[in-house]
C-alpha cells in the first residue's frame, strides 16, 4: 500500500467523471455502488470528483458515502473559480459540495483546472488562503490543485504556496514528451518541489483503451494477457512520485479490468518500458487533434458547436481512413445545427481550452471535409 499525504492509499483512484448512465441519462448508482464495492474490497480508498461533475457528488453520496464508514474511504472534490459567478460563489461551491455529498468534511480538496486562462482569478478571489481557513476549520483534510498549464507556471504556484500539498496532473504515455502538454516536464518539476503527483488522464480521454491500428500491433505482440488499457495506466503508475492514478471508469468490465493489474500493482520492467517507447513512436508518425473531451470549451460556445465530438470523427477520419462513414457519424451529430461551418471565430473555446488546441483552425478543416 503507497503513502499519500500520510495516508495510506492504494496506487489507483476511482474518477467519478464518466459514471454509467441509464437510458433517461440519469447516473446508474446502482451500478456505481457494485463498482464501488469491488473497489473498496481490493483494498483501494479514492473517490475523486468535482462540484462541476453533473450529478457526479450526489451519485458518490448515494452509491459510497451512506453505504460505508466515513473513515473506510477518501474523498475528493474540486472547487471551480470559472464556474463561479463572483468571490462569494467560489467559496460557497464547499458548502454545496459538502451538501451533495452528504459530508461534513472533504479529505482532499483542489482548487481546480488551473492554467495561465484563470491562475489570476484564484488569486483574485483569495482562494488559496481560503483553503488553509477550510483546512484549519476542518472542512477539507489536504490541500491540492489540478493542472493544466506550462512547466513554468506550475513552477512558480509551487513555488508561492507552499499549502499545495500535491499537484494533479494530466500524463500518459502519448503526452509525455508532448510539446503543447509537456507531462514529462510538468512531472519533473513537481519532484523537483518534492510534492506527490496524482495523474488524470492516464488513458487519454479513452484513446490509449483503443489505440490506431499500429500501436495496437506494437501492444498485442508481446503476448501480455493484460488489457490494451493497462499499458497506460501501469506506464503513469511506474513513475516515482506518482501516489494515485485516476481513472474515469463508466462500467463494471472497466473497473474489473482496472482491478486486475492495479490492485497488487506491478511497475513496468525495462522490456515493457521498451515496448511504450515503441508505441509512443508508432503514436507520433500518426496525425491527430490532442482533444480530451473535457467539454471546457462547449458551454460557452454561442453556436453550441459539440467541438470534442467533432474533433472525435475528424481524428477518427485520419485514423482509420473511412470517410463515408466519418461523413455519416458528422451529418448525425449536427442534423439540429452546429456545424463547423458555423463557427463565428470568436475564440471563446481557444481560451478554455487546457490542451491549447487550435480549435478554429481545426474546425475550418472539418468544414472542410465533411460540408
Ligand atoms: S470560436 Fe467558434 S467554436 Fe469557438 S466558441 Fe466561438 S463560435 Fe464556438
Ligand atoms: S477542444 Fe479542448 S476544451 Fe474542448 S473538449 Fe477538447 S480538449 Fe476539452
Known amino acids: 500500500m503507497s503513502t499519500f499525504c500520510g495516508e495510506e492509499i492504494g496506487k489507483l483512484g476511482f474518477g467519478l467523471m464518466r459514471l454509467p448512465r441509464n437510458e433517461d441519462k440519469t447516473i446508474n448508482t446502482d451500478e456505481v455502488a457494485v463498482m464501488a464495492d469491488r473497489f473498496l474490497a481490493a483494498g483501494l480508498k479514492y473517490f475523486d470528483t468535482a462540484y462541476v461533475y453533473e450529478g457526479s457528488e450526489e451519485a458518490a453520496k448515494t452509491a459510497l458515502i451512506s453505504r460505508h464508514p466515513r473513515e473506510s474511504f477518501f474523498i475528493t472534490s474540486k472547487l471551480n473559480a470559472n464556474a463561479a459567478k463572483d468571490e462569494e460563489d467560489a467559496k460557497n461551491q464547499i458548502n454545496v459540495s459538502l451538501e451533495r455529498l452528504g459530508t461534513d468534511y472533504i479529505d482532499f480538496y483542489l482548487l481546480h483546472a488551473l492554467s495561465e486562462n484563470n491562475e489570476k482569478k484564484y488569486e483574485e478571489y483569495g ?5 488553509k481557513q477550510l483546512k484549519a476549520e476542518g472542512k477539507i483534510r489536504h490541500i491540492g490543485f489540478s493542472f493544466h498549464g506550462t512547466p513554468e507556471l506550475l513552477d512558480r504556484l509551487l513555488e508561492e504556496h507552499p499549502e499545495a500539498e500535491f499537484v494533479q496532473l494530466q500524463i500518459n504515455y502519448v503526452d509525455w514528451d508532448d510539446p503543447i502538454v509537456q507531462s514529462r516536464r510538468c512531472y519533473e518539476t513537481a519532484v523537483k518541489h518534492n510534492r506527490p503527483v496524482v495523474v488524470m488522464e492516464p488513458i487519454k480521454g479513452g484513446t490509449l483503451a483503443d489505440p490506431p491500428k499500429p500501436v495496437k500491433e506494437i501492444l498485442e505482440q508481446t503476448g501480455s494477457p493484460l488489457s490494451i488499457a493497462s499499458w497506460a495506466v501501469r506506464f503513469v503508475a511506474s513513475l516515482d512520485n506518482v501516489k494515485i492514478v485516476l481513472s474515469g471508469m463508466s462500467n463494471l468490465a472497466q473497473m474489473d479490468d482496472n482491478l486486475s493489474y492495479m490492485a497488487d500493482f506491478k511497475p513496468l520492467d525495462e522490456a515493457e518500458q521498451e515496448v511504450i517507447a515503441k508505441a509512443q513512436e508508432a503514436f507520433r508518425a500518426l496525425p491527430q487533434i490532442p482533444c480530451t473531451a ?4 462547449t458551454g460557452g460556445c454561442p453556436m453550441q458547436i459539440n467541438i470534442p465530438e467533432l474533433f472525435r470523427i475528424m481524428n477518427r477520419d485520419m485514423l482509420f481512413g473511412n470517410h463515408e462513414d466519418s461523413k ?11 456545424t463547423a461551418g458555423s463557427c463565428i471565430g470568436c475564440l471563446q473555446c481557444e481560451g478554455e481550452c487546457p490542451q491549447h488546441i487550435q480549435i478554429t483552425d481545426w474546425l475550418g478543416k472539418i468544414a472542410e471535409a465533411f460540408e
Do not use: F, P, Q, S
Open 127 to 131: 482562494l488559496w488562503e481560503y483553503m
Open 294 to 297: 473535457c467539454r471546457y470549451c
Open 328 to 338: 455519416r457519424r458528422y451529418a448525425n451529430v449536427t442534423k439540429d445545427g452546429g
